[in-house]
């Protein structure tokens, strides 16, 4: 139990990382839609193998 208060350069870095701990959720969750997305549209199939040879 801590009876001291906390500084206010804590206070502030605090609400830094907090910020910057949101915008690179928030990244990921873009990236993450984006390839649920391209996945579901089948834009992420590889090339399909041509059967007919020239030899």
């Known amino acids: 139990m801590s009876l001291r208060q906390t500084h206010e350069l804590h206070q502030r870095r605090f609400g830094r990382?907090?910020?910057?701990?949101?915008?690179?959720?928030?990244?990921?969750?873009?990236?993450?839609?984006?390839?649920?997305?391209?996945?579901?549209?089948?834009?992420?199939?590889?090339?399909q193998a041509s059967t007919g040879g020239q030899g």
């Open 17 to 47: 990382n907090l910020g910057v701990a949101l915008t690179l959720a928030a990244f990921i969750v873009i990236i993450f839609g984006l390839t649920v997305v391209k996945v579901t549209r089948g834009d992420f199939e590889p090339p």
